[in-house]
Structure formats: structure tokens, C-alpha cells
């Protein structure tokens, strides 16, 4: 029962999202003449440090959540086809539920194989199972190896212990929508705090003196 709670209040929260971005995309202009307003105004120091946070955050956390959602399609996509050739029912059901799932980094595949591996027991024995197994390695090793590297690396170079220490405390704390925004955020406050690796440092030096030399 608290599960169907968490999933409807998820859902409510979504299709809200859904609402303010159809209003943002309408008015786009106008909210930003009306938020450039408060530049010169009394609360100026207020906007420098909303629009400071607020180009982190895009460049962050938007860009992160964006990768995670083209793995998952790319993810479901495979996964479901391979569920249709194995004959599966209720696919409709299926499809949403690994794409969900997949939203969740790493650990989403791995939780979505759990409810599969009973349905493939059921339907076709020991063979399905297998044939299922096989297809979430091969998917793991796709995200892991292809897509991570190319879509998210970049942004979070952060190793699977650390990922799942924050998927863990994300959930405690924020529940089944910790798990999907849980590593964006982590990796939001590493942009704050400037932590970064090796290679983004590199980058950021390499941009830093472009800029400088520009305005000389």
C-alpha cells in the first residue's frame, strides 16, 4: 500500500513538472526580462548568487539527469526486445517498468532483473532465465562500458562504491525519487565544492586561459 503511495505521489509530482515546463517554454522571454529585474535592484546580490547556482545547476545536474534519461531509452529499448522475442506478457507493463527503473544509475538494471527473472521462470523454466540473464549482462556491459563512459563520464567520474553509497542514503532520505535524482545532485555539490579530477581540472584550465586570452 505505501509502495502504490510513493508511486502515485511520484507520478503527481511529474505530471506537475510536465505543467510549470509547458508554462516555462511559453513564457520563456517574459520570465526572463521579469527575473532580470531584480539585477538592478535591492536584492542584486541575491540574483548574482541564484544565477551562479542556477548555471551550476544546469550544467550539472540537467546535463547528468539528460544522459541518465537517454541511457534508460536506449536500455529499455534493448532489453524490450529481447522480452518480446521471449514471448513475455504484459509488455506494455514491462517496457514502463524497466524504463523506470532505468532512470535509476547503475543499480536500475540490476533491480529491474529481480521481477524479470520471476516472470521468465514462470513462462519458460530454467532456459528463459538464462536467456534473460545473459540479456541484462549484455545491457550492464552496454551502459557500463558504451554509454557511461561517452554520455556521463565526463560529468561524474564517480567510482560504483560511491554510487551506491548515494543511492542508498538519496532513498533514505527522499524515498523512490532519491534514486533517480540522487547522483545528479551528488555530483551538483562536487560543482559547487570544485572537486574535480584530474582531466576536468586539465579542462578547466585549458577554457579558463582560452577565455582570458580572448579578453586580452
Given at each position: 500500500m505505501?509502495?502504490?503511495?510513493?508511486f502515485g505521489?511520484l507520478?503527481?509530482?511529474?505530471?506537475?513538472?510536465?505543467?510549470?515546463?509547458l508554462?516555462?517554454?511559453?513564457?520563456k522571454e517574459?520570465?526572463?526580462k521579469?527575473?532580470?529585474?531584480?539585477q538592478?535592484?535591492?536584492?542584486s546580490?541575491?540574483?548574482d548568487?541564484?544565477?551562479?547556482?542556477g548555471k551550476?545547476?544546469?550544467?550539472?545536474?540537467?546535463?547528468?539527469?539528460?544522459a541518465?534519461?537517454?541511457?534508460?531509452?536506449?536500455?529499455?529499448?534493448?532489453?524490450?526486445?529481447?522480452?518480446f522475442?521471449?514471448?513475455?506478457?504484459q509488455?506494455?507493463?514491462?517496457v514502463?517498468?524497466?524504463?523506470?527503473?532505468?532512470l535509476i544509475?547503475?543499480?536500475?538494471?540490476?533491480?529491474?532483473?529481480i521481477?524479470?527473472?520471476?516472470?521468465?521462470?514462470?513462462?519458460?523454466g530454467?532456459?528463459?532465465v538464462?536467456?534473460?540473464?545473459?540479456?541484462i549482462?549484455?545491457?550492464?556491459?552496454i551502459?557500463?562500458?558504451?554509454?557511461?563512459?561517452r554520455?556521463m563520464a565526463s560529468k561524474t567520474?564517480l567510482p560504483?562504491?560511491?554510487?551506491?553509497?548515494?543511492?542508498i542514503?538519496?532513498?533514505?532520505?527522499?524515498?523512490?525519487w532519491?534514486?533517480?535524482?540522487?547522483?545528479?545532485v551528488?555530483v551538483f555539490?562536487?560543482?559547487?565544492?570544485d572537486v574535480?579530477?584530474?582531466?576536468?581540472?586539465?579542462?578547466?584550465?585549458?577554457?579558463?586561459?582560452?577565455?582570458?586570452?580572448?579578453?586580452?
Amino acid at each position: 500500500m505505501d509502495s502504490l503511495k510513493s508511486f502515485g505521489a511520484l507520478g503527481m509530482s511529474f505530471f506537475l513538472a510536465l505543467i510549470l515546463s509547458l508554462f516555462f517554454s511559453l513564457e520563456k522571454e517574459r520570465v526572463a526580462k521579469f527575473t532580470a529585474q531584480f539585477q538592478t535592484s535591492k536584492l542584486s546580490f541575491l540574483y548574482d548568487n541564484l544565477a551562479y547556482f542556477g548555471k551550476k545547476f544546469v550544467s550539472t545536474f540537467g546535463v547528468v539527469l539528460e544522459a541518465q534519461l537517454v541511457i534508460a531509452v536506449i536500455n529499455t529499448l534493448i532489453t524490450s526486445l529481447a522480452l518480446f522475442l521471449m514471448d513475455f506478457p504484459q509488455m506494455l507493463s514491462l517496457v514502463i517498468m524497466v524504463f523506470l527503473f532505468g532512470l535509476i544509475p547503475v543499480a536500475g538494471v540490476i533491480i529491474s532483473c529481480i521481477p524479470l527473472t520471476v516472470i521468465a521462470y514462470t513462462i519458460g523454466g530454467v532456459e528463459d532465465v538464462i536467456y534473460l540473464l545473459i540479456t541484462i549482462v549484455v545491457v550492464h556491459c552496454i551502459e557500463t562500458y558504451f554509454l557511461n563512459p561517452r554520455l556521463m563520464a565526463s560529468k561524474t567520474s564517480l567510482p560504483i562504491f560511491y554510487t551506491f553509497i548515494v543511492l542508498i542514503f538519496s532513498e533514505s532520505y527522499f524515498g523512490v525519487w532519491g534514486l533517480i535524482i540522487g547522483i545528479p545532485v551528488f555530483v551538483f555539490l562536487l560543482d559547487i565544492l570544485d572537486v574535480r579530477n584530474e582531466e576536468q581540472k586539465q579542462k578547466h584550465t585549458f577554457f579558463g586561459n582560452r577565455k582570458k586570452t580572448q579578453h586580452k
